[in-house]
């Protein structure tokens, strides 16, 4: 039976692959600052604007993408101020989760839906929905290609690029809201607490394998675009949970490329060891 | 280093007057003055936590002084925004980088801060290839900058800082991890650029070494203050003595 012939399936890879896609572009510019828990913790964040949004009987969306927005701009006032520690960042995003439960479990939301909130329900989505994930991904793309290298410079060395002249508030701030938009964006497909993930593992993937920051992007994005159809493809067939089915086969590519990539280099220095050959 | 010349003083591309910087739990440096000149080699030394690099960041406008003014170019470091003119180097920033980058991508990076049109300019792209010409970087700019030599990746840094050619060149301990052989190219490479490109250099480091026979001037960060080295402590690094204003 082709998965493709069903209008869910269809659904449920566009949303999937995009989110996948773009998830990584953003995600290799926090893990090149060390920040790689960064969307881990937005995803907390944002919870915490679904159980308002329950609540108040809004898009569960909107109430995401403004906790999570706010809690960004937040968190880089902290930095700036110096205030933004291990435990402050812990507090805020804890502080997040927790909250989002309460207020969703006065809402009455069913335990159903905070799982598909959680860890994703891709094959539960409406065509109105894709659109907006659509949307959400183009933005990733052309905030990515637009602010491409003062991004990487940003991400190099954060006191050389401000001596360089890029404005390193603005931009972080940008990278903030751009962390945003991939977790509201994958929050219905992957999952709120899945979504890190597919910012991070594709990008140490496509690390053991690329040579440059710009291979190191297109790999990243084409390794998650990968996962997100084969962990479709397995959890349809299996009857797997997709998101998981996901980031799994995101962590196997990860371990693939590791291989891969070791024994490339101990080619690569036996190459550069071994004497010219006249000499 | 600077050639001799009969003519007017070059204008000074850095100055620091009675600048004072402190953490909330110590004062670092205390009423420090300083200019250095276009085509003029200063070099800064001080054991580590002596404020070399407070110093060095007061300099570049990344910490604004408590009392005292920072200008460059002539203009308040505050408000300074000729970012192009400014060439900074900082400290082993290559290494810890997580992800790939060639080394062209590194050298790229210093033309972040330029305008979209002036960053894909056909005169930009000149000088993307100059620089790394000039630093003997064409064979390996395609290479991870992880997988090249210490004194290979200390020059691409030094190639990211002169790409927008600017007059003033600040470096924090570039020698740091270098081998014999990196160094002595690194010298070289000072030496062109102060002599022949005429460009200001303040070198930081904790090694004096490092610098010797290149420095107009050697000052050391001691107490807070900064204490001219010529002709005292250190007679053989200093191929001329002035004094530290």
Same mark, same amino acid.
């Given at each position: ?54 609540? +108040? ?18 968190? +880089? ?104 938009? +991939?977790? +509201? ?95 | *280093? ?33 200019? /250095? ?40 470091? #505050? ?13 082993? #920033? ?11 991508? /590194? ?27 000039? *630093? ?11 997988? /090249? ?34 160094? #002595? ?51 053989? /690094? ?8």
């Amino acid at each position: 039976m082709n998965p493709f012939e069903f209008a869910f399936m269809q659904k449920a890879f566009i949303a999937c692959t995009l989110t996948a896609a773009v998830a990584p572009l953003v995600g290799s510019f926090i893990v090149q600052r060390g920040q790689s828990l960064v969307g881990d913790g937005m995803g907390h964040v944002a919870f915490a604007g679904v159980g308002l949004a329950f609540l +108040v009987g809004a898009e569960p969306l909107v109430g995401a993408l403004a906790c999570s927005v706010l809690a960004g701009l937040l968190l +880089v006032r902290m930095s700036r101020a110096g205030l933004a520690g291990d435990l402050a960042i812990a507090l805020i995003f804890y502080g997040g989760i927790a909250f989002g439960y309460l207020l969703a479990s006065r809402a009455g939301a069913g335990q159903t839906r905070l799982v598909g909130v959680l860890f994703g329900s891709p094959l539960n989505l409406s065509w109105g929905r894709v659109w907006v994930i659509a949307a959400l991904a183009a933005a990733v793309v052309a905030l990515t290609a637009a602010l491409y290298p003062r991004l990487v410079a940003l991400a190099f060395n954060e006191e050389a690029a401000r001596v360089s002249g890029v404005a390193t508030d603005r931009i972080v701030l940008a990278l903030t809201l751009m962390v945003a938009l +991939v977790v +509201v964006g994958g929050m219905s497909s992957i999952g709120l607490l899945l979504i890190a993930a597919m910012m991070v593992v594709p990008v140490a993937a496509a690390a053991q394998l690329a040579s440059s920051y710009r291979g190191t992007l297109f790999t990243a994005s084409a390794v998650g675009s990968f996962s997100a159809v084969t962990g479709l493809l397995v959890a349809h067939y299996l009857d797997y949970s997709p998101g998981s089915a996901i980031v799994l086969t995101a962590i196997a590519a990860y371990l693939v490329a590791s291989g891969v990539g070791v024994s490339w280099r101990r080619v690569r220095v036996r190459d550069l060891a071994a004497p010219a050959p006249n000499g | *280093m600077s050639p001799p010349t009969a003519g007017p003083a070059p204008p000074p591309v850095l100055e620091l007057d009675g600048v004072t910087f402190g953490y909330s739990d110590a004062t670092v440096l205390r009423a420090v003055s300083l200019s /250095v000149r276009e085509g003029e080699f200063v070099a800064v030394v001080g054991p580590n936590g002596s404020g070399k690099t407070t110093l060095l960041r007061l300099s570049l406008g990344l910490l604004q002084p408590h009392r005292g003014k920072v200008r460059l170019f002539g203009i308040d470091a #505050a408000s300074f925004r000729e970012w192009w003119r400014l060439g900074y180097v900082p400290q082993r #920033a290559v290494a810890s980088s997580p992800l790939p980058l060639s080394v062209e991508e /590194v050298v790229r990076t210093g033309l972040a801060g330029r305008e979209r049109s002036a960053r894909r300019g056909k005169a930009t792209s000149e000088r993307l290839e100059h620089v790394i010409d000039l *630093m003997g970087l064409s064979a390996v700019r395609r290479r991870r900058v992880s997988e /090249v030599s210490g004194g290979q990746q200390q020059r691409a840094l030094i190639a990211r800082a002169l790409v927008t050619a600017p007059r003033l060149l600040v470096l924090d301990e570039p020698t740091t991890g270098v081998d014999a052989a990196a160094r #002595a190219v690194l010298r070289e490479s000072l030496e062109h650029l102060v002599g022949v490109e005429g460009m200001g250099v303040v070198y930081v480091s904790h090694d004096p070494g490092a610098f010797a026979g290149l420095a107009d001037r050697v000052l050391e960060v001691e107490d807070g203050g900064l204490v001219d080295l010529a002709g005292s402590i250190l007679p053989s /690094v200093t191929r001329q003595t002035a004094s530290a204003t």
